[in-house]
């Protein structure tokens, strides 16, 4: 059995003359985070949205845990353990908090909803707002809850667009350590998309780049942050 939990190969989508994303290949390891880096509109988000099956490929393949799913959609690589959040919070603001995480974890197809979604919230530190409605929780409280609807069911596979958008840098760093955490209490493996560099460079056991839809670097956080071209491209004289 392969090491990696997901694979993409050559992945392209293109609308038109436009090349959103090009011969992407990446790889996640077992228990990894791997965080993807780059300028606005550089395709990170439009990686995602392939390997969840949100975007249609225009070439290439995405395998999850060996399995070739590039012609499964979204709720069939979901039940195969491919999870993720979104830039803003999917979560029901008039719902009860434990409720909606339930809910997620049935729709996940969790043999005991219930316990699964103690659970989770228990690991994300949310158990004692279980019953708060979820409109009335704090922003970065919000935001561990948006995680946890991505986690029930215990997927493979998670990847989070942006998580941390909009925290302070206390909620950064509380969410940061939630995440690192989550890779070996339950066995996940991340890719992880986020512009806040502290988090990135500090969690990330890999880290890959973009630029117009290409990768133009991957490896190691201290690798990457070296990189002369990452550097001019993204890092500037922050690196």
Same mark, same amino acid.
């Given at each position: %059995?392969?090491?990696?939990?997901?694979?993409?190969?050559?992945?392209a989508?293109?609308?038109?003359?436009?090349?959103?994303?090009?011969?992407?290949?990446?790889?996640?390891?077992?228990g990894?985070?791997?965080?993807?880096?780059?300028?606005?509109?550089?395709?990170? @988000? @439009?990686?995602i949205?392939?390997?969840t099956?949100?975007?249609?490929?225009?070439?290439g393949?995405?395998?999850?845990n060996?399995?070739?799913?590039?012609?499964?959609?979204?709720?069939?690589?979901?039940?195969?353990?491919?999870s993720?959040?979104?830039?803003?919070?999917s979560?029901?603001?008039?719902?009860?908090?434990?409720?909606?995480?339930e809910?997620?974890?049935?729709?996940?197809?969790?043999?005991?909803?219930?316990?699964?979604?103690d659970e989770v919230?228990?690991e994300?530190?949310?158990?004692?707002l279980?019953?708060?409605?979820?409109?009335?929780?704090?922003?970065? /409280?919000?935001?561990?809850l948006?995680?946890?609807?991505?986690?029930?069911?215990?997927?493979?596979?998670?990847l989070?667009?942006e998580? %941390?958008?909009?925290?302070s840098?206390?909620?950064?760093? /509380?969410?940061?350590?939630?995440?690192?955490?989550l890779?070996t209490?339950?066995?996940v493996?991340?890719l992880?998309?986020?512009?806040?560099?502290?988090v990135?460079?500090?969690i990330?056991?890999?880290? @890959?780049?973009?630029?117009?839809g290409?990768?133009?670097?991957?490896?190691?956080?201290?690798?990457?942050r070296?990189?002369?071209?990452?550097?001019e491209?993204?890092?500037?004289?922050?690196?």
């Amino acid at each position: %059995m392969t090491d990696h939990v997901l694979e993409t190969e050559d992945v392209a989508i293109h609308y038109g003359g436009v090349k959103a994303v090009d011969g992407v290949a990446l790889t996640l390891a077992r228990g990894q985070i791997r965080g993807l880096i780059g300028p606005n509109g550089a395709g990170k @988000t @439009t990686v995602i949205n392939a390997i969840t099956g949100r975007s249609k490929l225009t070439r290439g393949r995405v395998r999850l845990n060996g399995e070739d799913v590039s012609a499964l959609g979204v709720v069939e690589r979901r039940q195969r353990g491919l999870s993720r959040s979104f830039q803003r919070t999917s979560i029901f603001g008039q719902m009860g908090v434990r409720k909606q995480v339930e809910l997620a974890s049935y729709q996940s197809g969790a043999e005991n909803p219930g316990e699964d979604a103690d659970e989770v919230l228990h690991e994300l530190a949310l158990d004692r707002l279980a019953a708060v409605t979820a409109a009335d929780l704090g922003y970065g /409280e919000q935001r561990r809850l948006d995680l946890a609807l991505a986690l029930v069911g215990r997927p493979s596979v998670l990847l989070l667009d942006e998580p %941390m958008a909009g925290l302070s840098v206390q909620e950064s760093n /509380e969410l940061a350590r939630h995440l690192q955490a989550l890779t070996t209490r339950r066995q996940v493996s991340v890719l992880l998309v986020e512009h806040d560099m502290d988090v990135v460079f500090g969690i990330s056991d890999a880290i @890959t780049c973009f630029e117009l839809g290409r990768v133009i670097a991957s490896g190691s956080p201290a690798e990457v942050r070296a990189n002369p071209r990452v550097r001019e491209a993204y890092l500037g004289s922050a690196a």
